[in-house]
């Protein structure tokens, strides 16, 4: 095939999205073309395929990204043949926030997959200085989900966990998995992990992550108590993105905790006026977890994730259902918003073989 063209993963409308070739991203100074190995499906990428649609069309999905350096532009850090996850926000570095290395708040970031062509393809374009080199012992398709798991320590940094501390986690998919694995690198003495999904739960129990609660079946917020001799959690980690779990995260917070909210809502959040007024009662601290932090200062997370996983403490691997050829993925993807099946995360591979994992649909 000629060098200058590749197959891709093209959103031309919402739902459209389409195998094909297209031409070769062309790069400008400081840039690096990055041959795809392998990219993770987030759970944004449904949604905004099927749903909400990208900033511009056609473009090309998906955000979490490992590969090998194929060619650079120009001067800078990184050279051909560096195995490397990408940073997918790309930041003005210019705005007030990026100033002090706040980039995931920039004021006008660029971002591969929703307002840039992302990774769903075979080669994809990025500043070098977003590229994150990867040691030889860490697998390139655990690595794709370098991306998530720098959002979960984000949000566990967020929430200032010290040893001992009670983590009471609300939703257990793997985003849920991967705070519960770095609550327990960051010493937490009891782990809770909530979902409405007995198959997650289960997993999350394999995984040996911490006690399991199935909210379909007792109250959480109870359940929580229970388990914390009736104080409620010191910290409660909202990581479902729904109105229900939102408001047990603040009710299943004891007096003077830390409350983070992570999951993103899909639609509006209500709030009793009785749990509001715990808040108040209680001096709640609620903050925000959005994305990532990887400025050098105080603490690059995404070089934090890397070693985690070379030193064999952080397992991304087992959070993988699904590992299927990009050129499956249309119907593939289609199914997973149908919930045709169990998906923990699912890795698009520019392969021609499928896996095994995909018979199971």
């Known amino acids: 095939m000629n060098d200058s063209w590749m197959h891709a993963l ?151 966990v010290q040893p001992g501390d009670t983590v009471a986690i609300l939703g257990t998919g793997p985003i849920g998995m991967m705070i519960a694995q770095w609550a327990r690198i960051h010493g937490a003495g009891q782990i809770l992990l909530v979902d409405i999904d007995p198959q997650k739960l289960q997993h999350a129990q394999k995984l040996g992550l911490g006690f399991v609660c199935n909210a379909r079946e007792e109250d959480p917020v109870q359940w929580i108590k229970q388990r914390t001799s009736d104080q409620g959690a010191p910290i409660v980690i909202e990581a479902a993105g729904t109105s229900i779990t939102f408001e047990q995260a603040l009710r299943a917070a004891r007096p003077l905790g830390r409350v983070v909210i992570v999951g993103n809502p899909s639609s509006d959040v209500h709030l009793p006026q009785k749990t509001v007024s715990q808040i108040l009662r209680k001096q709640l601290c609620i903050k925000g977890a959005w994305n990532s932090h990887f400025a050098r200062l105080p603490v690059d997370e995404w070089r934090v994730v890397v070693e985690m996983l070379a030193a064999g403490k952080l397992n991304l691997r087992d959070l993988i259902s699904h590992r299927i050829p990009l050129a499956e993925a249309p119907s593939f993807l289609r199914a997973m918003y149908a919930k045709k099946g169990f998906f923990l995360r699912v890795v698009l591979l520019n392969t021609e073989r499928s896996s095994d994992e995909s018979s199971s649909l």
């Open 10 to 160: 093209v959103l031309h409308h919402i739902g459209d999205l389409r195998y094909e070739r297209v031409p070769r991203p062309s790069l400008a100074q400081g840039e690096a073309l990055i041959r795809v190995v392998a990219v993770g499906v987030c759970g944004s990428d449904i949604p905004r395929i099927f749903e909400h649609g990208t900033y511009r069309f056609p473009l090309i999905p998906g955000h979490e990204i490992a590969g090998i350096i194929e060619e650079v532009a120009g001067p800078g850090p990184r050279q051909v043949g560096e195995r490397v996850a990408i940073k997918p926000l790309i930041p003005c570095k210019h705005c007030p926030y990026c100033e002090i290395g706040a980039f995931g708040q920039c004021l006008s970031y660029d971002y591969l997959g929703s307002r840039s062509d992302g990774g769903f393809a075979e080669f994809v374009k990025a500043p070098q200085e977003n590229l994150v080199p990867l040691p030889e012992q860490v697998d390139l398709v655990e690595a794709a989900l370098t991306e998530p798991a720098a959002v979960a320590l984000h949000a566990i940094r967020q929430a200032e």
